[in-house]
């Protein structure tokens, strides 16, 4: 059941060309921003021969690769999540999925799987540019298996935020507004935590950016891969909680 | 057997809007009970609870022998329900929307295409099933609707005012396929349109400020206890009311009269015959009808004038 409410909202997406130009967009930025890595990797090749042990491709192409294309996700997120529950409220499609024999953990699942499997084809695509320099280099493919672990937790940790605060709202744009101005939030609030020293822990440990940044670098932590999981889960039971106390009240 | 729905005492509040107050609903195999109610009386709200798209403030819903609250999904499979706004995804094709439906009532992949033909046929959408829903006119988007809540087959069909926004030859035919489900199935319609419950219901519930205010069958609602009585001859009032059945006699105009009486629904025909033998020239004789709009009139302004009163 929650497949069939997953894939529903996957064919929808692809129905509207919201999805095929946001694919498009992000292919298209992408690819420049490959460009000019690996034109910086040339310049400074010659420089890097000389260094003991110097960073490799896998670290000067992919790794900023893969950091730059977590704030195009952030921009895109909102847009893809505010549509989830916001807007079957205001055209009053949920009451098909109420009324349905289908409990309201299903229904929240196969919106938060419907909308993660978007984004899954958006960071594969991301990913397989840089897999086309295998033919000339050799990739440290752990590296990239870890930072390709890391967009998807992130991305999964993003959609569900954005699934919460469509579930809030029955106005699509207030659900976009509220979910991206959180996830900046928890995008640069480790900036305070490395200006001071105090508390310089909990802010670290709740921003989304120092979680992720470790995978970049080839380490996959189970602290990490736990915030992120507990991130999601925690937003995916509050929707839940949410549309049941919308049930209850109004 | 027992009954479809058995709804008792259900209450809604909104904050400080006591919205349905205290309503019973029962439905039996093979009944349309109209719901009926201005604007704003708790139809909805009543109609919502039913379905589980509403949870009750209190009050316990037994849908086709399971709970609403404990089994919710037992007792939704057996419902079917359109509410005010067919719940379309308008991206989507008649046929796409169609399978969606089937599929999230659990219905098996193997008898989806025969369900979703039969319920394309019943709503008359044939020559559309391929077309996006965004592109049909409001009426065919009601079909889909419709075509929606009875896809399943479920015991249990409510319609929140079907025939909304339909044109009088849409509406004729809605009201001609919801007396076709209704041999099978049981259904609950809400409208405040007063002829389509005449029309097709065979039991009405009123619903006044979230109150159940009457619970009548059709049948009941049609014995009359008064008649117009029309003659050629003008005659005079005492012999009138000798007749059998009438117990009291009002004149109209010159050759009118009002006859009403407790028994007079059995005395139609002696009084017509009486009539002839005594040579007044009955030109008509015609039951009054209890008539729906004015119990419904009567209901409402009489609960606004007692409510206004208690408020003095």
Redesign the interface.
């Known amino acids: 059941m929650i497949l069939h409410i997953a894939l529903r909202e996957l064919r929808s997406l692809f129905l509207s060309p919201l999805a095929w130009i946001i694919l498009g967009i992000i292919q298209g930025i992408m690819a420049w921003k490959f460009l000019g890595f690996i034109d910086y990797f040339f310049e400074i090749q010659a420089e890097l021969i000389k260094i003991k042990s110097a960073p490799g491709v896998t670290d000067l192409v992919v790794a900023p690769l893969f950091d730059f294309s977590k704030v195009l996700l952030l921009i895109i997120c909102p847009l893809i999540t505010m549509r989830l529950l916001s807007e079957e409220k205001q055209n009053g499609s949920l009451k098909l999925l109420l009324s349905s024999p289908v409990s309201m953990t299903e229904i929240v699942l196969g919106k938060y799987l419907g909308a993660l499997f978007f984004f899954s084809i958006v960071i594969l695509i991301i990913g397989i540019m840089p897999l086309s320099l295998l033919y000339s280099t050799n990739l440290d493919m752990g590296k990239f298996a870890s930072g390709m672990l890391g967009q998807f937790l992130t991305i999964a940790a993003f959609t569900s935020l954005g699934l919460y605060m469509s579930s809030l709202s029955s106005q699509p744009a207030n659900a976009a507004a509220g979910t991206f101005g959180l996830l900046i939030i928890f995008f640069i609030i480790n900036i305070a935590g490395n200006a001071t020293t105090e508390g310089n822990n909990f802010f670290n440990y709740i921003s989304i950016t120092y979680h992720s940044i470790q995978m970049l670098r080839g380490i996959v932590n189970t602290a990490d891969i736990a915030y992120f999981i507990l991130f999601s889960l925690g937003f995916i039971l509050l929707s839940i909680r949410q549309l049941d106390s919308q049930r209850l009240q109004s | 057997m027992s009954a479809l729905i058995q709804a008792h005492h259900l209450h809604k509040i ?1 904050r400080d809007n006591h919205a349905v107050n205290d309503v019973s609903i029962e439905l039996q195999q093979g009944e349309i009970l109209g719901l009926l109610g201005p604007n704003g009386a708790g139809k909805s709200s009543c109609l ?1 609870m039913l ?5 009750p403030s209190e009050g316990e819903i037994i849908i086709n022998g399971a709970d609403l609250l404990d089994h ?3 007792a ?2 057996s ?1 079917g ?1 359109l ?10 094709t008649v046929d ?1 929307y169609l399978n ?2 089937a ?4 219905v098996k992949k193997s008898a989806i295409k025969k369900l979703r033909e039969q319920a394309i046929q019943r709503c008359g959408l044939e020559n559309y099933n391929k077309r996006l829903i965004s592109n049909l006119s409001k009426g065919y988007q009601q079909r889909v609707g419709i075509a ?1 809540a009875i896809i399943h087959q479920p015991e249990i069909i409510i319609l929140d005012e079907p025939t909304v926004g339909l044109d009088p030859i849409q509406m004729v035919e809605i009201r001609k396929l919801i007396l076709e489900l209704g041999e099978q199935h049981g259904i609950i319609l809400s409208t405040h349109i007063l002829p389509e419950v005449q029309a097709v219901c065979n039991r009405v519930q009123m619903i006044h400020r979230g109150k159940s205010v009457f619970n009548k069958h059709m049948q009941e609602l049609k014995q009359t206890d008064s008649a117009t009585l029309r003659l050629q001859y003008a005659t005079d009032l005492d012999a009138i009311k000798k007749l059998p059945g009438v117990d009291a006699v009002q004149q109209n105009t010159s050759h009118n009269y009002l006859i009403s009486g407790s028994q007079l629904n059995a005395s139609l025909a002696d009084i017509s015959r009486n009539c002839v033998e005594n040579n007044w020239g009955l030109v008509e004789l015609s039951p009054l009808e209890n008539n729906l709009e004015q119990i419904f009139l009567n209901l409402i302004s009489g609960e606004d004038k007692h409510n206004s009163e208690q408020a003095a």
């Open positions: 909104y919502q379905c589980g798209v509403l949870a919710p999904n037992q939704k499979q419902i329900y509410p005010d706004r067919p719940p379309l995804y308008p991206e989507l796409e969606y439906a599929r999230l009532r659990r929606q």
